[in-house]
């Protein structure tokens, strides 16, 4: 009863910007928190930022923004300043409470199919 998609993600030139978002639908109580992964070829997933941490990745400080529109259910990562080692599947991962099919509240947490970014040399 509650997804995530991603979108934004596509093919950029070194040097440039992306701008992903990633919307939380269903029967939703409240999202506590939306953190944006990613995952390169032959790489385990790493953090990258969200709600509750500005990411573990010194690679894309002072390069990637996230921001969230909470009357949208939706987190948005800015990307600039791209190069090819930002080339991956980019995941969002998204925490809350939702009402079940039964009316009951639960918590959740559930990520997206993932959007590819791509930056070419």
């Known amino acids: 009863q509650v997804h995530v998609m991603e979108s934004g993600g596509g093919l950029v030139q070194a040097g440039g910007s992306l701008r992903l978002s990633c919307t939380v639908s269903?029967?939703?109580?409240?999202?506590?928190?939306m953190r944006w992964y990613r995952q390169a070829p032959g790489k385990q997933r790493e953090l990258v930022a969200g709600?509750?941490?500005?990411g573990n990745t010194d690679s894309v400080q002072g390069r990637f923004t996230f921001s969230r529109d909470n009357a949208k259910n939706t987190g948005y990562l800015q990307m600039n300043r791209l190069t090819p080692e930002d080339t991956a599947v980019y995941y969002c991962?998204?925490?809350?409470?939702?009402?079940?099919?039964?009316?009951?509240?639960?918590?959740?947490?559930?990520w997206g199919q993932g959007s590819q970014v791509t930056v070419s040399s």
């Open positions: 991962e998204a925490t809350g409470y939702s009402r079940n099919s039964a009316g009951a509240m639960e918590r959740f947490v559930h």
């Open positions: 269903g029967t939703i109580l409240n999202i506590v928190s």
């Open positions: 709600t509750d941490t500005i």
